[in-house]
Nanobody
């Protein structure tokens, strides 16, 4: 399974960004999907997770209400809409795939290369 994330870049505080992750090489609907992030000098953390068909989602407390995860099973793509960005959201964002409950426990089977989001103040 290959995961290709895109959409990162430089954005001003208060702005928005949509990250995308295209998945290939596997049955997309076999996997729950998620996004992790790792900020400089910090541990990697789960940002959001979504179940196989999108019926369940989960978010880190730090992003709940600002970030929205969604998936398009027809396009084998998962998205992360990030709004009201703060400088502390600066991080490399990684797309992941795996079991939904495992993702919620910060464990993923497959990882993509990250995409960097930099939020300027």
């Amino acid at each position: 399974v290959q995961l290709q994330a895109s959409g990162g870049g430089l954005v001003q505080a208060g702005g928005s960004r949509r990250l995308s992750c295209a998945v290939s090489g596997g049955a997309f609907t076999s996997y729950a999907m998620g996004w992790f992030r790792q900020a400089p000098g910090k541990e990697r953390e789960l940002v959001a997770a979504i179940s196989l068909y999108g019926g369940s989602t989960d978010y880190a407390d730090s992003v709940r209400g600002r970030f929205t995860i969604s998936r398009d099973n027809a396009r084998n793509t998962v998205y992360l809409q990030i709004n009201s960005l703060k400088p502390e959201d600066t991080a490399v964002y990684y797309c992941v795939a795996g079991n939904y409950q495992s993702l919620r426990r910060s464990s993923a089977n497959y990882w993509g290369r990250g995409t960097l989001v930099t939020v300027s103040s």
